[in-house]
């Protein structure tokens, strides 16, 4: 019967309560809570004396609530509830009116129903839609407020209807006659009912008991009636439903559609009249109307592939014929009629559309058909088509099913990692054992590191043969070595005997230099030939390299070490590539990140599209927290302890913070193109009247309104913004711009200028955005302001680095803008915002700190030297950095530069590089040493190499307001600056030539610098200040501007660096390149220093803890090894003279100084440069180096300190690996890398 209440119903149903389709989702708890699903329903029973009328009269209706019910004799009894899940509740998508229900994706609306499993088997269902139909004309009673006419019409008003049927009535109100009466259409047994639709009766099959309960099961069908689109309205013709499917590899399709015998006879169609019938074959695509043969099969059964004899392909055959011919001819013979055996047969017959016989036509096929369930074997895409129904003018009845991957169960996910775990770590194992049993001689053979494979008791006989092989092997090397010791003594006398010689047959000069390299030679073969501790990876191969043909009982098999080599190279070792284990620590560490950012996100969204966007947002918060770390000085000096951190962070905090910039890169992209993908998906979704589910709030929307959506926070608009600045930021942090010059007066002069023009041009207008406004800004409020003398607007040439740091400024307004973007960024930021904070809390008290320059002195190769006095409280260790700011160069910038000078001496000094491509470095000299010496001279001096500027500190006097306007006294505040005043240049023969300054500077006094041996500081005399009111301006009066030649400099730090840890080494190597020379030459000082303090009263050493040292506690390195690599010979002049005070001391004998000279050179050019220093022509041999250090220095930590480039970091990094492979016993030396690079 038509039931005509309202959804939830007030009385018991036999209808169990599927999905509720609403467009008051305001009222979807309601709904899912008055379900009989979870709720008992009630009703009245009433008793006649005689059986009521067909038509019950008013008095006699039955009550259809509790109080009516009684009061009128009835009695009111209570059903349970279903006590099965509440029915899901969803939004009901837009649809035209009288248009099939089509929404905007173009398709009908529908829902996924996934079968209970409380439906016993074999259980007959009806399956039955309604939908209530309301109006929005009912008004609100008297008294009621917040009515809604499609939720609180109930049965208050059942004796009092708030619309009658077909009012009639002057509704537009200008008068009867003029604008009425008119008559509604209003039915009111229509009005606020529930319609119905057909209802479908089907069966539920228990799931087999071979399919697991988390294989899903598709029931794939076809709708539609016989006959044309008009005919057929309001339904639709023929179609698969779902017409385009996507299953996983091991899923199940149920094949099966009902037809019909009782259509209209008229409508048209092809076949028996009246009748419904359909088929499937595979068709090679959706243009395509033509079946494949089945020799070109893909949906059953992979016939490229596989075999047709087999039992699986005669399985498939059997399918594609009955889902192609519908086993009609058994249907044939049982009502006495056979298909066309042939195509005579078939021509014979001359069989019409309602012959029962054309089986052609399907006639014979019954209207019920069910091909069982299939199981997708063939991933893929597969087009279907149904031969009858497919009139390729009039109709389609086409369909697509995909078949992807396979879908995992979690068991299966973690049997798969589990078994790859294993399978990686038995093939390590395995490998390791092959390696080491096939290399005897080896140390993975040894007792100590024989794999535990060859432990086992079943491999003690074959372990046994190659230890004696492996005794053998020792006992060839011992007399092998005997005869090298033997050889030595020879080849050292005709080495010797050769430099004698070369004295006497070159120039002076050069036999001098023959005569040291020869030396040399000679040390070295000594120290080659001294008998070692134990024999380094090279010693041994060379001594096997020596054996005789008897001896040569081993032949070494590199068989099997790739697994062992991948795996170095992957996770490096305790030798020297440690740091490899941060780097991809820090991989899985991103990835895990992101494997939790798409599972937490999984179903959000409209797509999973929105998973992935969501993947590369955490994998961005992340990246963008750590980004911050590299930046912070003052944590650095702390976490340089932490040698776990050495390779990834220590070593090059700039390289780090560009490494996370390329993790922000990738996260970037995977965002952006995630949102990209949504937000078109979502563009194109259907728009829902209802919004019950997130993804249905934002499905329909256009670009434009998710861009600048107001509930989101404007965040695809904000994101763009975000990326066009970040892009800026690492367009500009290029070489191509950092450390280029643009010189706007003359265009690009080569192809290098051209690309750095190119690139900076697509940084500015990218930012034009946001550069105009501010610039017009600007323009606005020039009058109130004076332009700063480094903005870009007016200057010829503009530095890169200058353009670099500026629009890296923009790192603030990215990270606020990233906290509106994203909602759950501060989770992200917070702590990193914090230590930020501090940071800059930290330094933005030691940035205010003037320091007072002493001179400035341009040495060989273009370095300047630049001496400061101590400042108040400063302490520092050696290999320590410090930053700098030269006012009148740019107040904004700040360079690092590392201390030259011990912790133990009463001043600073750096080393600066000047070289005229470094802008601010050139800048610097040109302020410090040029205009001086131009100045000092009258130009009568050419600036450069020799030239020392000497300073002295000035106190300038400034008048500020009063401070709180309570007296009318004024406060002085001191202005301090350094001003040059004495000029030496050295000339050739020792001589010195002195320029002294004419006069002292106006307005200004001389100051006094004094430091005490505990605690350096200034005394400044406020009393002695003279201020001169001589210029007729007031700002001059109030503020007078400095002398043009006044230096003030200002310093940051200390800040830790790698280098500084080299004093908890009892052996180092010091490896410098070029100017990454300077932190050793601190370092050399002060162990100098530090020695001598050791062996002083103890005066001396309370002098010495001003560098924040311990003496009593103190210990000094036992052994240096200091290596200098320079292109040319000139380069090591300029630091020859501090090198060689840094060796003056009772430390000089721990100090063993190697240079080497890596340009090409002739022999005769070679200047030696005395003071012991061991000098070579090339590149230094690591893997040479290194095993002789084990040798000389067995069991002990070796620690590495380089300061240089990356690439020789890398050399270094492999030269200790493979000196630590040599041998793993407990008495071999291990090399430790820290690098700082440049």
């Given at each position: 019967?038509?039931?005509?209440?309202?959804?939830?119903?007030?009385?018991?149903?036999?209808?169990?309560?599927?999905?509720?389709?609403?467009?008051?989702?305001?009222?979807?708890?309601?709904?899912?809570?008055?379900?009989?699903?979870?709720?008992?329903?009630?009703?009245?029973?009433?008793?006649?004396?005689?059986?009521?009328?067909?038509?019950?009269?008013?008095?006699?209706?039955?009550?259809?609530?509790?109080?009516?019910?009684?009061?009128?004799?009835?009695?009111?009894?209570?059903?349970?509830?279903?006590?099965?899940?509440?029915?899901?509740?969803?939004?009901?998508?837009?649809?035209?009116?009288?248009?099939?229900?089509?929404?905007?994706?173009?398709?009908?609306?529908?829902?996924?129903?996934?079968?209970?499993?409380?439906?016993?088997?074999?259980?007959?269902?009806?399956?039955?839609?309604?939908?209530?139909?309301?109006?929005?004309?009912?008004?609100?009673?008297?008294?009621?407020?917040?009515?809604?006419?499609?939720?609180?019409?109930?049965?208050?008003?059942?004796?009092?209807?708030?619309?009658?049927?077909?009012?009639?009535?002057?509704?537009?109100?200008?008068?009867?006659?003029?604008?009425?009466?008119?008559?509604?259409?209003?039915?009111?047994?229509?009005?606020?009912?529930?319609?119905?639709?057909?209802?479908?009766?089907?069966?539920?099959?228990?799931?087999?008991?071979?399919?697991?309960?988390?294989?899903?099961?598709?029931?794939?069908?076809?709708?539609?009636?016989?006959?044309?689109?008009?005919?057929?309205?309001?339904?639709?013709?023929?179609?698969?439903?779902?017409?385009?499917?996507?299953?996983?590899?091991?899923?199940?399709?149920?094949?099966?559609?009902?037809?019909?015998?009782?259509?209209?006879?008229?409508?048209?169609?092809?076949?028996?009249?009246?009748?419904?019938?359909?088929?499937?074959?595979?068709?090679?695509?959706?243009?395509?109307?033509?079946?494949?043969?089945?020799?070109?099969?893909?949906?059953?059964?992979?016939?490229?592939?596989?075999?047709?004899?087999?039992?699986?392909?005669?399985?498939?055959?059997?399918?594609?014929?009955?889902?192609?011919?519908?086993?009609?001819?058994?249907?044939?013979?049982?009502?006495?009629?056979?298909?066309?055996?042939?195509?005579?047969?078939?021509?014979?017959?001359?069989?019409?559309?309602?012959?029962?016989?054309?089986?052609?036509?399907?006639?014979?096929?019954?209207?019920?058909?069910?091909?069982?369930?299939?199981?997708?074997?063939?991933?893929?895409?597969?087009?279907?088509?149904?031969?009858?129904?497919?009139?390729?003018?009039?109709?389609?009845?086409?369909?697509?099913?995909?078949?992807?991957?396979?879908?995992?169960?979690?068991?299966?996910?973690?049997?798969?990692?589990?078994?790859?775990?294993?399978?990686?770590?038995?093939?390590?194992?395995?490998?390791?054992?092959?390696?080491?049993?096939?290399?005897?001689?080896?140390?993975?053979f040894s007792k100590r590191n024989r794999p535990i494979l060859l432990?086992?008791?079943?491999?003690?006989?074959?372990?046994?043969?190659?230890?004696?092989?492996?005794?053998?092997?020792?006992?060839?090397?011992?007399?092998?070595?005997?005869?090298?010791?033997?050889?030595?003594?020879?080849?050292?006398?005709?080495?010797?005997?050769?430099?004698?010689?070369?004295?006497?047959?070159?120039?002076?000069?050069?036999?001098?230099?023959?005569?040291?390299?020869?030396?040399?030679?000679?040390?070295?073969?000594?120290?080659?030939?001294?008998?070692?501790?134990?024999?380094?990876?090279?010693?041994?191969?060379?001594?096997?390299?020596?054996?005789?043909?008897?001896?040569?009982?081993?032949?070494?098999?590199?068989?099997?070490?790739?697994?062992?080599?991948?795996?170095?190279?992957?996770?490096?070792?305790?030798?020297?590539?440690?740091?490899?284990?941060?780097?991809?620590?820090?991989?899985?560490?991103?990835?895990?990140?992101?494997?939790?950012?798409?599972?937490?996100?999984?179903?959000?969204?409209?797509?999973?599209?929105?998973?992935?966007?969501?993947?590369?947002?955490?994998?961005?918060?992340?990246?963008?927290?750590?980004?911050?770390?590299?930046?912070?000085?003052?944590?650095?000096?702390?976490?340089?302890?932490?040698?776990?951190?050495?390779?990834?962070?220590?070593?090059?905090?700039?390289?780090?913070?560009?490494?996370?910039?390329?993790?922000?890169?990738?996260?970037?992209?995977?965002?952006?193109?995630?949102?990209?993908?949504?937000?078109?998906?979502?563009?194109?979704?259907?728009?829902?009247?209802?919004?019950?589910?997130?993804?249905?709030?934002?499905?329909?929307?256009?670009?434009?309104?998710?861009?600048?959506?107001?509930?989101?926070?404007?965040?695809?608009?904000?994101?763009?913004?975000?990326?066009?600045?970040?892009?800026?930021?690492?367009?500009?942090?290029?070489?191509?711009?950092?450390?280029?010059?643009?010189?706007?007066?003359?265009?690009?002069?080569?192809?290098?200028?051209?690309?750095?023009?190119?690139?900076?041009?697509?940084?500015?207008?990218?930012?034009?955005?946001?550069?105009?406004?501010?610039?017009?800004?600007?323009?606005?409020?020039?009058?109130?302001?004076?332009?700063?003398?480094?903005?870009?607007?007016?200057?010829?040439?503009?530095?890169?680095?200058?353009?670099?740091?500026?629009?890296?400024?923009?790192?603030?307004?990215?990270?606020?803008?990233?906290?509106?973007?994203?909602?759950?960024?501060?989770?992200?930021?917070?702590?990193?915002?914090?230590?930020?904070?501090?940071?800059?809390?930290?330094?933005?008290?030691?940035?205010?700190?003037?320091?007072?320059?002493?001179?400035?002195?341009?040495?060989?190769?273009?370095?300047?030297?630049?001496?400061?006095?101590?400042?108040?409280?400063?302490?520092?260790?050696?290999?320590?950095?410090?930053?700098?700011?030269?006012?009148?160069?740019?107040?904004?910038?700040?360079?690092?530069?590392?201390?030259?000078?011990?912790?133990?001496?009463?001043?600073?000094?750096?080393?600066?590089?000047?070289?005229?491509?470094?802008?601010?470095?050139?800048?610097?000299?040109?302020?410090?040493?040029?205009?001086?010496v131009n100045a000092l001279t009258e130009c009568k001096q050419k600036?450069?190499?020799?030239?020392?500027?000497?300073?002295?500190?000035?106190?300038?006097?400034?008048?500020?307001?009063?401070?709180?306007?309570?007296?009318?006294?004024?406060?002085?505040?001191?202005?301090?600056?350094?001003?040059?005043?004495?000029?030496?240049?050295?000339?050739?023969?020792?001589?010195?030539?002195?320029?002294?300054?004419?006069?002292?500077?106006?307005?200004?006094?001389?100051?006094?610098?004094?430091?005490?041996?505990?605690?350096?500081?200034?005394?400044?005399?406020?009393?002695?200040?003279?201020?001169?009111?001589?210029?007729?301006?007031?700002?001059?009066?109030?503020?007078?501007?400095?002398?043009?030649?006044?230096?003030?400099?200002?310093?940051?730090?200390?800040?830790?660096?790698?280098?500084?840890?080299?004093?908890?080494?009892?052996?180092?190597?010091?490896?410098?390149?070029?100017?990454?020379?300077?932190?050793?030459?601190?370092?050399?000082?002060?162990?100098?220093?530090?020695?001598?303090?050791?062996?002083?009263?103890?005066?001396?050493r309370k002098r010495a803890g001003t560098s924040g040292h311990d003496?009593?506690?103190?210990?000094?390195?036992?052994?240096?090894?200091?290596?200098?690599?320079?292109?040319?010979?000139?380069?090591?002049?300029?630091?020859?003279?501090?090198?060689?005070?840094?060796?003056?001391?009772?430390?000089?004998?721990?100090?063993?100084?190697?240079?080497?000279?890596?340009?090409?050179?002739?022999?005769?050019?070679?200047?030696?440069?005395?003071?012991?220093?061991?000098?070579?022509?090339?590149?230094?041999?690591?893997?040479?180096?290194?095993?002789?250090?084990?040798?000389?220095?067995?069991?002990?930590?070796?620690?590495?300190?380089?300061?240089?480039?990356?690439?020789?970091?890398?050399?270094?990094?492999?030269?200790?690996?493979?000196?630590?492979?040599?041998?793993?016993?407990?008495?071999?030396?291990?090399?430790?890398?820290?690098?700082?690079?440049?």
């Open positions: 019967p038509e039931e005509r209440d309202y959804y939830p119903y007030w009385h018991p149903s036999g209808w169990r309560d599927a999905a509720v389709l609403t467009s008051e989702p305001e009222h979807c708890e309601f709904y899912r809570q008055e379900s009989q699903n979870a709720m008992p329903k009630g009703h009245c029973v009433m008793t006649f004396e005689e059986e009521p009328p067909a038509t019950l009269q008013e008095e006699d209706q039955v009550a259809n609530n509790r109080n009516d019910c009684e009061s009128n004799g009835g009695t009111w009894t209570v059903e349970p509830a279903w006590d099965i899940d509440p029915p899901e509740c969803l939004g009901l998508p837009e649809s035209r009116d009288n248009h099939h229900g089509n929404i905007a994706t173009g398709h009908m609306a529908s829902y996924l129903w996934k079968i209970p499993d409380t439906i016993p088997d074999n259980d007959t269902c009806v399956l039955r839609i309604r939908y209530n139909m309301s109006s929005g004309d009912f008004k609100a009673p008297d008294g009621e407020i917040d009515w809604d006419p499609f939720f609180d019409l109930d049965a208050r008003y059942n004796a009092n209807p708030p619309i009658k049927t077909d009012p009639k009535d002057d509704f537009v109100g200008l008068g009867w006659q003029t604008s009425g009466p008119l008559q509604l259409q209003v039915n009111t047994a229509q009005f606020g009912r529930t319609f119905q639709d057909r209802s479908h009766v089907f069966k539920v099959k228990r799931r087999p008991e071979s399919i697991p309960s988390d294989v899903r099961i598709v029931n794939y069908n076809v709708r539609g009636r016989r006959g044309n689109i008009v005919q057929v309205y309001p339904a639709v013709e023929y179609d698969f439903v779902p017409q385009d499917l996507s299953v996983n590899l091991g899923d199940f399709l149920h094949f099966q559609w009902t037809g019909s015998d009782a259509n209209a006879n008229g409508n048209a169609g092809n076949g028996r009249q009246g009748t419904d019938r359909s088929n499937l074959v595979q068709i090679s695509g959706r243009s395509a109307n033509k079946p494949v043969s089945f020799e070109e099969h893909s949906l059953f059964f992979d016939a490229k592939s596989q075999d047709w004899s087999s039992d699986e392909g005669r399985a498939a055959e059997r399918l594609i014929e009955r889902f192609a011919f519908l086993d009609q001819e058994s249907y044939a013979e049982q009502v006495g009629q056979t298909c066309p055996k042939d195509r005579d047969d078939l021509e014979d017959r001359n069989l019409d559309d309602n012959d029962d016989d054309n089986c052609q036509q399907l006639n014979a096929a019954p209207a019920y058909f069910d091909g069982g369930l299939v199981e997708m074997k063939v991933r893929g895409t597969h087009h279907i088509v149904s031969t009858r129904n497919n009139a390729y003018s009039n109709r389609s009845q086409k369909a697509t099913i995909r078949v992807g991957h396979a879908r995992l169960r979690w068991w299966e996910i973690a049997a798969i990692v589990a078994g790859t775990v294993a399978a990686v770590w038995l093939a390590y194992l395995v490998s390791n054992a092959v390696h080491a049993y096939m290399n005897p001689t080896s140390s993975a432990r086992a008791p079943c491999m003690w006989c074959f372990v046994q043969r190659q230890i004696k092989k492996r005794e053998a092997y020792k006992e060839a090397l011992q007399r092998a070595w005997q005869r090298r010791c033997a050889a030595a003594d020879t080849q050292r006398g005709a080495t010797l005997l050769g430099a004698t010689a070369a004295r006497k047959a070159v120039t002076p000069s050069a036999g001098s230099a023959a005569a040291k390299l020869t030396t040399n030679l000679a040390q070295e073969q000594a120290e080659l030939t001294r008998p070692p501790g134990w024999l380094s990876k090279q010693t041994k191969e060379e001594l096997t390299a020596a054996l005789h043909p008897n001896e040569k009982i081993i032949v070494k098999s590199q068989c099997c070490t790739w697994p062992r080599q991948l795996w170095h190279r992957c996770l490096g070792d305790d030798s020297g590539e440690g740091d490899k284990r941060a780097t991809w620590a820090y991989i899985m560490i991103n990835i895990l990140v992101a494997a939790f950012g798409f599972a937490c996100n999984y179903s959000g969204g409209l797509n999973r599209w929105y998973a992935v966007a969501k993947m590369g947002g955490y994998m961005l918060d992340f990246n963008l927290s750590v980004l911050l770390l590299p930046t912070m000085r003052s944590l650095q000096k702390y976490v340089i302890q932490v040698r776990q951190l050495d390779g990834l962070f220590n070593a090059d905090p700039i390289g780090f913070h560009m490494w996370v910039a390329g993790w922000v890169a990738f996260g970037t992209v995977v965002h952006v193109f995630g949102h990209v993908m949504h937000m078109g998906a979502i563009s194109l979704g259907p728009h829902f009247q209802a919004v019950v589910t997130p993804a249905q709030a934002i499905s329909g929307r256009s670009i434009l309104i998710q861009s600048f959506d107001p509930y989101t926070r404007a965040a695809p608009f904000t994101g763009c913004i975000i990326l066009v600045m970040m892009i800026a930021m690492g367009m500009t942090a290029s070489t191509r711009i950092r450390r280029h010059t643009f010189n706007f007066a003359r265009p690009p002069q080569s192809f290098h200028d051209l690309i750095s023009w190119f690139v900076l041009a697509l940084a500015f207008l990218l930012l034009s955005p946001i550069l105009l406004p501010w610039y017009f800004l600007r323009w606005l409020g020039r009058g109130c302001r004076r332009a700063a003398s480094s903005d870009l607007p007016g200057q010829k040439k503009v530095g890169g680095f200058l353009i670099f740091w500026g629009v890296h400024k923009l790192w603030a307004p990215v990270y606020i803008l990233l906290l509106a973007h994203g909602p759950q960024c501060w989770i992200w930021f917070l702590w990193p915002l914090i230590l930020l904070l501090c940071d800059r809390l930290v330094s933005r008290d030691r940035r205010k700190q003037q320091v007072m320059l002493k001179s400035a002195e341009m040495l060989k190769s273009n370095v300047m030297k630049l001496t400061f006095g101590m400042p108040p409280g400063f302490t520092y260790q050696a290999g320590q950095y410090i930053q700098i700011c030269c006012e009148q160069v740019n107040g904004e910038e700040w360079h690092p530069f590392t201390l030259t000078s011990a912790p133990e001496e009463k001043d600073l000094s750096v080393h600066i590089r000047c070289g005229d491509d470094l802008d601010w470095c050139s800048a610097l000299k040109q302020k410090l040493v040029f205009d001086p600036p450069g190499e020799g030239c020392r500027v000497m300073y002295s500190p000035y106190a300038h006097g400034e008048m500020l307001p009063q401070a709180d306007g309570t007296d009318g006294r004024r406060r002085l505040e001191q202005q301090l600056y350094s001003q040059p005043t004495v000029l030496e240049v050295a000339r050739t023969g020792g001589k010195v030539d002195t320029f002294k300054r004419r006069a002292a500077p106006a307005n200004a006094v001389a100051i006094t610098v004094t430091a005490s041996a505990r605690n350096a500081k200034r005394v400044w005399d406020d009393e002695k200040v003279e201020t001169k009111a001589s210029s007729t301006s007031l700002e001059e009066v109030l503020r007078p501007p400095l002398p043009r030649d006044a230096i003030q400099l200002r310093l940051d730090g200390p800040h830790g660096a790698p280098s500084e840890l080299v004093w908890k080494n009892k052996v180092v190597m010091l490896v410098g390149a070029g100017i990454g020379v300077t932190p050793f030459a601190s370092i050399l000082r002060s162990l100098q220093m530090q020695v001598q303090a050791q062996h002083s009263d103890s005066s001396s003496v009593s506690t103190w210990q000094a390195c036992e052994k240096v090894y200091f290596y200098w690599l320079c292109r040319g010979q000139d380069e090591f002049h300029w630091f020859y003279e501090l090198l060689s005070e840094a060796l003056k001391g009772p430390a000089r004998d721990r100090i063993e100084v190697n240079l080497f000279q890596t340009a090409m050179v002739e022999l005769s050019q070679v200047r030696m440069l005395g003071d012991g220093f061991k000098q070579f022509m090339g590149r230094p041999d690591w893997k040479k180096i290194m095993p002789k250090l084990s040798e000389k220095h067995p069991g002990e930590n070796i620690g590495v300190f380089l300061c240089g480039p990356q690439a020789l970091r890398g050399e270094l990094q492999r030269a200790a690996a493979d000196s630590g492979k040599s041998d793993k016993t407990d008495n071999r030396a291990r090399f430790m890398v820290h690098a700082e690079n440049f």
